[in-house]
């Protein structure tokens, strides 16, 4: 199986500052067909979890753009280019390349 | 507006069965692949189960390989998991997800199930 590894695990940040999650993959995502099925998500404390990112940097409908996602290969970021309240949270990625199973990151957790 | 609501969750008994069930609208169920992912209390995401569209292909994690079976009524557009033999370590709350270019892009508010004596 995939294993995903984020870094750092917990991440105290202060608004309006910026912020970086890394996630670094056991082995290349990107599949025979190019596409790369990296996704980032979001929870919110008692929350469902919400997609932001799909194939790395797709963002989807609705993910405010001081969000991006970068990477390639094995190494992915997911960056916050002024943290807002409404950051806080739970980041997990999560690879689609390999499955299954479809497996996730340990999460990152996001304090202000 | 997509929406996903989950239900059938429950207190059961090791050893015991229960189906959930997720009953989806606002788009059209029978073109999406679908997915179970589950989070224990105070734990990280992990994916139980996808279903293809037509219900024809499945995929199980090897902890619920043999014990769950994912299943889809598309005239109905709800998604079923059917837990069977169920352990202490299945206790999570139990998330539906669409999947749309990858697993996730919509997801239901969960049902939770626990499995105590």
């Known amino acids: 199986d995939v294993v995903l590894t984020q870094s750092p695990l917990s991440l105290p940040v202060t608004l309006g500052q910026p912020a970086s999650i890394s996630c670094r993959s056991s082995q290349s995502l990107v599949h025979s067909d190019g596409i790369t099925y990296f996704s980032w998500f979001h929870q919110r404390p008692g929350q469902s979890p919400r997609r932001l990112f799909y194939?790395?940097?797709n963002r989807d409908s609705g993910v405010p753009d001081r969000f991006s996602g970068s990477g390639s290969g094995t190494d992915f970021t997911l960056k916050i280019s002024r943290v807002e309240a409404e950051d806080v949270g739970v980041y997990y990625c999560?690879?689609?390349?390999?499955?299954?199973?479809?497996?996730f990151g340990q999460g990152t957790k996001l304090e202000i | 507006e997509a929406q996903l609501v989950e239900s059938g969750g429950d207190l059961v008994q090791p050893g015991g069965s229960l189906r959930l069930s997720c009953a989806v609208s606002?788009?059209?169920?029978?073109?999406?692949?679908m997915h179970w992912v589950r989070q224990a209390p105070g734990e990280g995401l992990m994916w139980v189960s996808r279903i293809g569209p037509d219900g024809g292909d499945t995929d199980y994690a090897d902890s619920v390989k043999g014990r769950f079976t994912i299943s889809r009524d598309n005239a109905k557009n709800t998604l079923y998991l059917q837990m069977n033999s169920l352990r202490a370590e299945d206790t999570a709350l139990y998330y539906c997800?669409?999947?749309?270019?990858?697993?996730?892009?919509?997801w239901g508010q969960g049902t939770l199930v626990t499995v105590s004596s």
């Open positions: 606002g788009f059209t169920f029978s073109i999406h692949p």
């Open positions: 997800a669409r999947d749309h270019g990858s697993l996730g892009d919509c």
């Open positions: 194939w790395v940097s």
């Open positions: 999560m690879q689609g390349t390999h499955w299954p199973p479809y497996t």
